[in-house]
């Protein structure tokens, strides 16, 4: 089993920045890949991007392609997720998940999943 917890979500205004960071513990070596996924109200759960948990490569959702920036420190096993620039449009829950196949930009690739962190973004 992994564990999976989000933090660093809040209040920001337009054009700023926020970090979430996505803190595994329990069988992390079992990881091969975790991503971030977002839901805004109303909408359906959106990939974000994903991140190679060993290698560190690296894939992203088009609408954040420029702005959103996946990474890792895996001796602190932590993901995180740098918002740059963000839009009242990023408002949303973010998730972020695990899994220790070949995890797509689907969600169901994904076994754990986080409580989630809340964004919002005031214009």
């Known amino acids: 089993q992994v564990q999976l917890v989000e933090s660093g979500g809040g209040l920001v205004q337009a054009g700023g920045s926020l970090r979430l960071s996505c803190a595994a513990s329990?069988?992390?070596?079992?990881?091969?890949?975790m991503g971030w996924f977002r839901q805004a109200p109303g909408k359906e759960r959106e990939f974000v991007a994903f991140?190679?948990?060993?290698?560190?490569?690296?894939y992203y959702a088009d609408s954040v392609k420029g702005r959103f920036t996946i990474s890792r420190d895996n001796a602190k096993n932590t993901m995180y997720l740098q918002i740059d620039t963000v839009k009242p449009e990023d408002t949303a829950v973010y998730y972020c998940?695990?899994?220790?196949?070949?995890?797509?930009?689907?969600?169901?690739?994904?076994?754990?999943w986080g409580q989630g962190t809340q964004v919002t973004v005031s214009s």
């Open positions: 991140i190679t948990w060993r290698v560190g490569s690296t």
């Open positions: 329990g069988r992390t070596f079992s990881m091969y890949r």
């Open positions: 998940a695990a899994t220790a196949g070949f995890g797509t930009t689907s969600g169901d690739a994904y076994e754990y």
